[in-house]
């Protein structure tokens, strides 16, 4: 397959996300005229090198979930002050999830705002975190709790990257996958990874085109999110090094586990049927998933954590699916929250 170019649509702020192997060595056609300089943000442990074809500054962060922090943007500043780095010039990040939420933190702040390439090298961060102009870092009293929205110019998910991705970043990934069968991408099983990568990026590509900023639409990539982020609030689940002390669960895990939840509490609404919530079970488990709460969840904290979500307005608010699709859904009661949980603490985790 060779490389296939996905347009994200944002007028002035559109950008082309390239997917395929080898897509890396096509980094130079995405940087900005005007750069003459670049700063690459990757971290010691990405197996990853890019050519930008500029005089280029490398910087390498800190590894894991605490390098997520004010404190890596503060330390990426100060390398492109070093790097001379103006507006007109370039950050190119290189790694997962937390290297391009870190540098296009660190891009939207440098100067107001400097260019951002993202070469996306982990599963996840190719059909989800690179993508849609999401930057984010953690403060002790939560996660992604400080960002912007800051578009890149460009975004390579070279699966060739993904070769060398360790097992537990695959099954992080597949979360992700899951959902994405769930917003309309079909068939995700019978294709190949690179066609995979292609229909998850043109679905979410979509969406962010039609709400950049979160107001309504885009409120449907945090399908299975809900329960995800209460588990990482409650300290179950998230990436290892940060503060889930009791972390069973990887993030796509743990979304795992709240699309299937998200399924029971929409067949305990009326909106989905059984064979419905049963899709959701099996293509879990066809991922190799898991599908019920970890061990030490307490309901009241998980409920207490899901009223703090930002989709949240003084109440209970989730993306559920129904007759209409995956939609967000307003003012569902606590008890039933409580009872579709309890369901979900039943079986072992497989
Ligand atoms: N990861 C969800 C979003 O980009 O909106």
Redesign the pocket.
Same mark, same amino acid.
């Given at each position: 397959m060779t490389v296939t170019a996905v347009a994200v649509k944002l007028g002035e702020r559109g950008y082309q996300v390239l997917v395929g192997p080898g897509a890396r060595r096509e980094l130079t056609g995405l940087l900005p005229p005007s750069a003459e300089r670049a700063v690459v943000v990757t971290q010691a442990s990405v197996p990853v090198e890019v050519h930008t074809g500029l005089p280029t500054r490398v910087v390498n962060i800190a590894e894991w979930e605490a390098a997520k922090s004010l404190a890596t943007v503060d330390s990426c500043c100060r390398v492109f002050a070093a790097a001379g780095l103006t507006r007109s010039d370039v950050v190119v990040a290189v790694g997962g999830g937390l290297v391009t939420d870190v540098a296009g933190l660190a891009a939207a702040l440098w100067h107001r705002g400097t260019p951002v390439v993202h070469v996306a090298t982990t599963l996840l961060a190719q059909i989800?975190?690179a993508?849609?102009g999401?930057a984010g870092v953690n403060l002790p009293e939560g996660k992604n709790l400080v960002g912007a929205f800051w578009q890149p110019c460009g975004v390579i998910c070279d699966t060739e990257t993904l070769a060398s991705l360790p097992a537990a970043e695959w099954r992080s990934g597949r979360g992700e996958l899951a959902k994405y069968a769930f917003l309309g991408v079909e068939n995700l099983d019978r294709l190949s990874l690179e066609e995979q990568v292609v229909a998850c990026v043109t679905c979410?590509a979509e !969406? !962010?085109a039609a709400d950049e900023r979160?107001r309504g639409r885009?409120?449907v990539?945090?399908y299975g999110?809900t329960l995800a982020h209460a588990l990482e609030g409650a300290g179950l689940a998230g990436e290892p090094g940060g503060t889930a002390t009791r972390r069973v669960l990887r993030h796509g895990e743990a979304v795992a586990v709240g699309l299937v939840f998200a399924a029971h509490l929409a067949r305990a609404l009326g909106r989905i049927d059984d064979a419905r919530v049963r899709r959701h079970e099996e293509l879990v488990a066809s991922y190799d998933l898991p599908s019920r709460l970890p061990p030490g969840a307490e309901v009241e904290e998980l409920i207490a954590y899901m009223g703090r979500d930002k989709k949240s307005q003084h109440d209970l608010t989730f993306v559920l699916d129904g007759p209409a699709g995956v939609e967000a859904v307003g003012g569902v009661e606590p008890a039933l929250v409580a009872r579709v949980l309890e369901e979900l603490r039943s079986e072992a985790l497989p």
């Open positions: 989800d975190a993508i849609g999401k979410k !969406v !962010v979160e885009r409120m990539l945090n999110h």
